[in-house]
């Protein structure tokens, strides 16, 4: 059959195209729609030519008969023409075989009208074309101006509509994405595993909820590359509330999972250069007190050891005293007025009793200097513990030596405090380090408990808790990445705690909350350059003001 064509009526007129190889169904079909108040502009009888007449002419619609001369029939000639020009097209059919209608259906046409055709059915499939039409392109106009991209999905899982960014992110065309399953196109892994996780539409159909996808997953594009994205998936539901398709909005997160990690990365350089600004502070104290303490441990060594002098000296004395009262009340059983007044003039019991309590204070208030000097000495001394020698050691072992001295020291001073040692041991490894600055680390920090809780009602409890940790492998050696173990033991008694304030203070030489002449303020402040400075560890206080105090000590495990 010939083409037949006729120009163009007003624009204001609807334009719609015919494409019937019977010719004198065509010249009705023109008739019956002009009556209609629609034009028609052309006629084609072949799908090539109903090709080229769209092209050249750009109907609104597009009447398409399934049967046509040619090599392409109807619904090649509509599938072209809906992807390549996104006309409508209305299909016109007689009594087509079951195949014929299947692959019309997957054409998504926009409506059918069969033969013989009647005015009445014309009219309204056009108008519901024409609205329907108009629908989606505005909906089309949405998702092309979204910078997301964008799916919808029947409930079979079959792909209806992909926009252009979508396209992009995919590799995909819609014009071959669309009826293929949602999997094989939107196709997500596991960042880590690189394995397969569940699409979100499936779960958005089964569970008729909006999904949205974790973090750390990747989508694998039609070439084979991958980006990170973030999505989610949302029914859409019919009239009647059920399921009719899904819509899954998604977009490429590269720039946002990069700032994530670049912020980490900042947060963990930000912490350790805070904690390296804390240790150099700290050794700057601790180098300028270390020579003021030289010179102090110099002037105070000579009056020490003259009150150690003069101490062993008093207790001689008072003992040859007692022995010669003694001697006299042995030999004088009637001693003369003078040896009887020389007697009640001296207080035998303030001799016998209150005088050894004397000399112990006087004692305790000397041992008590001593260990300021001794702590002020391994100040002056501390950048010569090079020639201290590391060793591997039991951490648990030296804890409970360190405590069965505290017991031994506590028992000489007459004192008796009722508290209980909680033990919460892990399985650690040995830790190279210098052992015995380690112990006095840890005489410190038990010594401290033990003081918090004098006052204190019982129970009162010190807990000991160790454990291992390991860091993120961060640690490059060749091609292999090295994780760093930690150990750490935590001392914490339920004394009334500390304020805030003095946390901070707390590892700052000569800070202390004891009252005067119970310490110097310098345990602490040499344990933290011990840990830290020696050991390359951390030492942090943390507490609970009016319940608890605990002090935490990481120190590396070296590999060997």
Same mark, same amino acid.
């Given at each position: 059959?010939?083409?037949?064509?006729?120009?163009?009526?007003?624009?204001?007129?609807?334009?719609?195209?015919?494409?019937?190889?019977?010719? @004198?169904?065509?010249?009705?079909?023109?008739?019956?729609?002009?009556?209609?108040?629609?034009?028609?502009?052309?006629?084609?009888?072949?799908?090539e030519k109903a090709i080229e007449q769209a092209t050249q002419l750009r109907p609104d619609l597009v009447l398409m008969d399934i049967r046509l001369q040619g090599n392409l029939d109807g619904i090649s000639a509509a599938q072209h023409i809906w992807d390549t020009l996104q006309i409508p097209v209305i299909y016109l059919t007689g009594n087509s075989d079951e195949n014929t209608m299947e692959r019309a259906k997957v054409t998504a046409p926009f409506g059918y009208i069969l033969k013989p055709v009647k005015e009445r059915e014309l009219s309204v499939a056009i108008d519901i074309a024409l609205k329907r039409y108009e629908r989606e392109q505005m909906l089309d106009a949405l998702l092309k101006g979204m910078g997301d991209g964008v799916i919808v999905v029947d409930?079979?899982?079959?792909?209806?509509?992909?926009? !252009?960014?979508?396209?992009?992110?995919?590799?995909?065309?819609?014009?071959?994405?669309?009826?293929?399953?949602?999997?094989?196109?939107?196709?997500?892994?596991?960042?880590?595993?690189?394995?397969?996780? /569940?699409?979100?539409? @499936?779960?958005?159909?089964?569970?008729?909820?909006?999904?949205?996808?974790?973090?750390?997953?990747?989508?694998?594009?039609? /070439?084979?590359?991958?980006?990170?994205?973030?999505?989610?998936a949302a029914p859409i539901k019919d009239k009647k509330g059920a399921i009719a398709a899904v819509v899954v909005v998604f977009r490429d997160i590269t720039s946002s999972s990069q700032l994530e990690k670049t912020n980490a990365e900042l947060k963990r350089t930000l912490e350790e250069l805070k904690r390296t600004q804390t240790q150099l502070i700290q050794s700057e104290k601790m180098s300028s007190i270390g020579q003021m303490a030289a010179t102090v441990v110099n002037e105070l060594n000579n009056p020490i050891s003259i009150i150690y002098?003069?101490?062993? @000296?008093?207790?001689?004395?008072?003992?040859?005293?007692?022995?010669?009262?003694?001697?006299?009340?042995?030999?004088?059983?009637?001693?003369?007025?003078?040896?009887?007044?020389?007697?009640?003039?001296?207080?035998?019991?303030?001799?016998?009793?209150?005088?050894?309590?004397?000399?112990?204070?006087?004692?305790?208030?000397?041992?008590?200097?001593?260990?300021?000097?001794?702590?002020?000495?391994?100040?002056?001394?501390?950048? !010569?513990?090079?020639?201290?020698?590391?060793?591997?050691?039991?951490?648990?072992?030296?804890?409970?030596?360190?405590?069965?001295?505290?017991?031994?020291?506590?028992?000489?001073?007459?004192?008796?405090?009722? @508290?209980?040692?909680?033990?919460?041991?892990?399985?650690?490894?040995?830790?190279?380090?210098?052992?015995?600055?380690?112990?006095?680390?840890?005489?410190?920090?038990?010594?401290n408990a033990i003081d918090a809780l004098e006052n204190q009602p019982s129970p009162r409890t010190i807990t000991i808790r160790t454990s291992l940790i390991s860091d993120e492998p961060s640690i490059t050696t060749g091609n292999k990445e090295r994780t760093t173990d930690r150990v750490v033991i935590r001392i914490a008694d339920n004394g009334c705690g500390m304020s805030e304030d003095v946390q901070w203070k707390i590892?700052?030489?000569?800070?202390?909350?004891?009252?005067?002449?119970?310490?110097?303020?310098?345990?602490?402040?040499?344990?933290?350059?011990?840990?830290?400075?020696?050991?390359?560890?951390r030492l942090t206080c943390e507490l609970t003001p009016g319940q608890e105090t605990e002090f935490a000590i990481e120190l590396p495990i070296v590999p060997g």
């Open positions: 059959m010939s083409e037949i064509s006729t120009t163009p009526d007003s624009p204001r007129k609807t334009q719609i195209l015919v494409v019937e190889d019977e010719r @004198i169904i065509a010249l009705n079909l023109k008739e019956r729609l002009e009556s209609l108040g629609f034009a028609v502009p052309a006629m084609a009888a072949s799908g409930k079979e899982q079959r792909i209806k509509s992909l926009n !252009k960014v979508a396209e992009g992110l995919t590799g995909w065309q819609l014009s071959e994405a669309r009826e293929r399953q949602i999997t094989e196109v939107f196709k997500l892994v596991d960042e880590q595993t690189q394995q397969p996780v /569940d699409n979100p539409v @499936i779960a958005a159909l089964q569970q008729d909820a909006i999904m949205y996808l974790g973090n750390g997953i990747l989508l694998c594009s039609k /070439d084979g590359k991958t980006i990170p994205v973030g999505d989610s002098g003069n101490l062993s @000296i008093a207790r001689q004395y008072h003992q040859n005293l007692l022995s010669l009262i003694a001697l006299y009340q042995q030999t004088y059983s009637n001693p003369t007025p003078d040896i009887q007044s020389l007697t009640e003039a001296i207080d035998l019991d303030f001799l016998r009793q209150d005088w050894p309590k004397l000399l112990d204070s006087m004692q305790v208030g000397a041992e008590r200097i001593q260990e300021i000097v001794l702590s002020l000495l391994s100040l002056s001394n501390f950048p !010569k513990l090079n020639q201290l020698e590391l060793k591997p050691i039991d951490i648990h072992d030296n804890i409970d030596n360190t405590l069965r001295l505290l017991r031994h020291r506590l028992r000489a001073e007459g004192k008796r405090p009722e @508290i209980q040692v909680i033990k919460d041991y892990s399985q650690l490894p040995k830790v190279t380090c210098y052992a015995s600055q380690l112990n006095q680390v840890f005489m410190h920090l038990l010594n590892f700052d030489p000569f800070f202390t909350t004891k009252p005067v002449g119970r310490g110097a303020g310098l345990g602490l402040s040499i344990s933290y350059q011990i840990v830290v400075d020696r050991h390359g560890g």
